[in-house]
């Protein structure tokens, strides 16, 4: 959907950056008898809504329009059908676009935080079978913005409604309003990105334009005169657009010369089951989503993910599940699927690490992700380990590999990357809680633990002997991104964890509040210590086995 902002149309962005086709916009607009542009509404960007089909015309694509003739009667977090609801405006929105293009698969949608937003939105695409594509979803704001500014988004602040900002700010570029925008964000927790509502924008200029918006005219419209907070919106009332070529093709080139494995290895993670990566109809700002998966499918096909939920330059994501350990398969796929990550649950009677290198090497994959069973996620934890691939893939194409969990506190000691600050030379990184390795680092270690391997000497000494042997080149991220949950789960030798660990964002965490099941979920390793309710496992923990 295309609000106009800065989000959907960034989000955009990152749909083409990862394979998709954009076959059409979307947007939902205020009744034409509205007294103001700004409707107050809790779904829709308003604001700025006149202008947004010349969108459509720079980009050259059909645009869709719907009027928003419900309002927010449902305003729980969750949401059923309601009727005269602004959701079901939505719905009728996204039903005309089916109608008109019956292939379309998914709906970009620029949401960075609201649950709220994301809930109807994920209703709504339920209900029409579409997948949601939120690359946004989650990313740290500050950061999030300058890259939007970095990678060429255009666009001035049309509504402000917040401490520190005023009337002298509104038609300023994002760039210029950026070192406010963090310092108010620094200063007062202002939402760098807007995303409390303290500002708005309209987008002028992208890559993905062939023409530029050039604005004529505009009015500053007083929606409320707070002493302290006004609310003020610009309306605009003309404009016309102008040939955009250059930074279109300077665009382009980016993609095809830096991202060109991302392009390829984020088709085979969103769309393994079809032929070409999904179509997509771009609609209005909010969501993350999860598709209607097959419960008992162990390699779930999540929705679309956000850039924190998309792994860059990895072809597969291997999760070690050991069959006699209850409950974990189920509790894991649980946080996958939340995560939006589509993962393999490794099970096998006694699953190794050495199984999953092998496999790795018969399967032709160049890069994967291994995580135990046992583990949880920093909320940046996909964004984080995007950038450490990023900056090795610049320098160091010969890793072998890159510990994204580990349970020592001195990964840092040796210089930090010169791309990037959390991504260091390896020292001891004992545990193997999470690591990316790549196939030269399979190899490596496939051939020399077959023939060497120690049954008596745990694994992750070994493989740190290997790195103080420079047998094996090795980088961690610190602070670690994967920790194991021993709180969650008993450790193999009953020992407590002796690295304490306060999750700065958890993943697991704040899953708790979108699968509340989780929260009563009794998970021994032993059925001595079952409680008679729990004898009989339900089948999205461990496909209906019964324990004995």
Known sequence: MCSGGKDSTYNMMKCVEDGHEIIALAHAHPPEDAAQEELDSYLFQTVGSSAVATIAECMDLPFYLQVIAGSAITQTLDYELTKDDETEDLFALLSNVKRHHPDVAGVSVGAIFSSYQANRVQHVCDRLGLTMLAYLWHREQVG????????????????????????????????????????????YGVHACGEGGEFESFTLDCPLFKKRIVIDEVE????????????????????????????????????CFIDSSHLTNSRSIVNNAADSAPRVAINHSPAVGHTNADANDLSLQLSGPAPEYALAFTDHIYCINEMSKL????????????????????????????????????????????????????????AVINR?????????????????????????????????????KSTHPFCTSGYLLSRNGAKKLFAYFIEHYQQARALDIQLVALIKRKLLKSYSIYPPVVYQRRDLYPSDDGMELKIAKKFKNSAWNEALEFVPRLANWVDPLDSVYLHP?????????????TVN
């Open 144 to 187: 999030l913005l300058r890259e939007m500014v970095h990678d060429g988004v255009e666009a001035i602040l049309i509504k402000v409604a917040a401490m520190g900002l005023g009337k002298d700010d509104l038609g300023i570029t994002l760039k210029q309003a950026m070192p406010k925008l963090i310092s108010l964000s620094e200063k």
């Open 220 to 255: 500053t419209i007083i929606h409320s005169p707070d002493i302290y907070s006004p609310v003020l919106y610009l309306k605009l009332k003309a404009l016309h657009t102008e040939p955009n070529l250059v930074i279109s093709l300077v665009w382009i080139a980016k993609i």
């Open 327 to 382: 409950g974990r398969k189920g509790r894991m796929t649980e946080l996958f699927n939340y995560m939006h990550l589509r993962v393999e649950m490794f099970s096998r009677k006694h699953s190794t690490h050495i199984d999953v290198w092998r496999d790795m090497i018969n399967s032709g994959y160049d890069r994967a992700l291994v995580v135990e069973d046992d583990v949880d996620f920093e909320l940046d934890s996909v």
């Open 388 to 424: 450490a691939l990023g900056a090795l893939n610049l320098t160091s194409t010969d890793w072998d590999i890159l510990y994204i969990g580990h349970c020592s506190m001195e990964e840092n000691q040796r210089k930090a990357h010169s791309a990037y600050s959390r991504l260091h």
């Open 533 to 545: 309710a729990f004898k009989h496992i339900p089948s999205w923990m461990e496909d209906g086995n």
